[in-house]
């Protein structure tokens, strides 16, 4: 699971800033359009948070509704943020 977390972050470093590696997956993408194609990408893009710190707080305001919602299916046993969860440098 680790090391497909890492494969995933890895990616999404990757499709943020390579447009090579969005075309050595267009086909997987089965966009109808070069148009279509290109909003995919944007999109992808758009939605990679900026770099910065974290808002513990805004997350774990997010992960209530979504363990009331959806339970251990969605988030495991997590009910609040585990400690840790957020790498902080210099701590």
Do not use: H, Y
């Not at 943020?16 to 993408?29: K, L, P, Q």
């Amino acid at each position: 699971m680790l090391m497909r977390s890492i494969r995933g972050l890895l990616t999404s470093a990757v499709l943020t800033t390579s447009d090579a590696a969005w075309d050595r997956i267009c086909e997987r993408m089965n966009a109808k359009t070069d148009a279509q194609f290109a909003a995919l990408k944007a999109g992808f893009r758009a939605g990679i948070p900026a770099e910065g710190p974290i808002n513990a707080q805004a997350a774990e305001k997010t992960l209530r509704p979504m363990a009331k919602t959806g339970g251990p299916d969605l988030v495991g046993d997590a009910t609040d943020l585990p400690e840790g969860t957020f790498f902080a440098p210099g701590s």
